[in-house]
């Protein structure tokens, strides 16, 4: 990616979402993930209520860099009102279309941009992070 | 004219934008930089870069000289070895040590302090001692006695620093007693580039006849470390970090130990007899290198002895002293830009905040702009909760960079807040 590129990205994407994250607060809730790398020390938490498997509300808080939180607050915002089982299936192929770098499996534009953003160096780790987390405490939850 | 530059972009995976920028005579000795003539690269404490000397005398040695060493009767094994007992000899002069039998070779300065917990300390660590770090150090030099003091109920006790970064002197002379097993401490920290008196710790050290563990990976570079003047106890250095190669370190044990240290691992080429009820083990250094060495680490490691050695080291040290005080002003004089600690005593190794700006995205543009930084902890957790920061973005020198790199970070940080904004 060039530099242009880049910053046409962060400034339509990644900036205003990092400006203005959704429901990023901390609240008393019935489940909390916590997604943390150790290698550069982004940590947040997800929380959420769930009502009848029902991913109801969901907030997050913590600390990273624009990209991690920006792709935190997509999460947040697309998985509320899904249940579990959805938002399962919903992180599972977001992960697969990041690991084969395939943005048009994706119909949500938000998600091919963190897709493509993928080509950025050495920063997947931050666009993965939550949903990973995420996927793993669902996954493990069901099995 | 637009698609054509892209389609370059796409073939080259490493690719920075072109600056017309003149390299130092120093730089010239690193084909890295005739590779990419317009890299910044600000990031020494990670790793430095290697000169032809090192790459040719590696390269050679698989080319013409490739054998095992020790166990072959035949010109060229026979050759190997007396090049890597020569590299043993090297680096024992290169430290001032008293003999080539107080260097074990390693692969690393992570091996060499675990091989000191594990194979030296460990038998004489007992409930109610001590052990002393800073909370300067590395994980590397900080969890093998972290886990070692837990396994016997001793006690780690940590070595605090100043508002300035530099080690709370006083308060380290409280904490060594009578029943301190070890001081553990760094020569340079990685992340805020404080310089320790390391003189002063051994000595304190030594009234309780407490032994003294220093690591070197961040100064044994440029920084003399005389162990007959210094004596410290153990020294700890990588290859890599001194224009040598990865995977090879350096493990200094002086002469009052040598009988001390036991083997770390077990396997070839350092026992004196095995049967099958019991094995008998050759002494130090010896013992250490269980297994088929790395031969062309240590010969690649020669080199770099050799690098260093015809260097002026004093001439290099003051032209780096004032590109550190240079990097200092510039940086204190851009708007946002904080260094999170600025050390009296000072290498030039810079630790900064960006304001707003997480520190990843700080490396990620900077990178756009040709230039190499490290982002996050590195490997020093409890130095960054301790300060009270969550990573830093991690600018640090070395001899083959100048002014006009200093000038582009600046730039390329004002331009960053600016678009941030
Ligand atoms: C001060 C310090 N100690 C220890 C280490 C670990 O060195 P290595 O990874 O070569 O074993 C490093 C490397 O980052 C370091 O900077």
Redesign the pocket.
Known sequence: MTKEEIQSLYKDKILPENKAPYHFEKVDADHSVKAYNPMCGDKYELYFENDDQLLDQVHFHGIGCAISKASTSILVRRIEGMTEEEAEEYCKKFLEAINSSDPDSLSDEDLKILVELKNFEGRVDCIKLSWEALYDFLKNKTS | MRNNAIVLFVVSSVSYPKYRFKLNSYSTQFPVFEEYPELAYLDN??TTQRPKAVIDAINKFYISENANIHRGIYDLSNQATTKYEAARQAVADFIGASSASNIGFT???????NVVAQSFLSKRLNQGDNIVVSIL??H??FIPWQMLAKEKGAELRVIPIDEHGDLNMPAYKELVDQNTKMVAV?H???TLGTINDIAEIIAVAHTKDAPVMI?A??SVSMYPLDAQYLKYDFL?F?G??MYGPFGI?VLYVADQHLSEIGPYNYGGGMIKEVTIEETTFVKFPKNLEAGTSNVAGVIGLHAAVEYINQLDRAQIQSELSELSQYTEELLQSIPGVKVVRLPKHHSGIFSIEVEDIHPHDVASFLNKDGIAVRAGM??TQPLLTDIGVPATVRISLAHYNDKSQIDRLKASLIELIDFWS
């Not at chain 2, 692969?107 to 302090?113: A, P």
Request: aromatic share 0%.
């Open positions: 404490a990670a692969k690393g300065t992570t091996e060499s302090v150090e590395h590397a030099n760094n340079i920290s990685n690591d990976a961040q700890a990588s890599h970090k370190g590195h490997c």
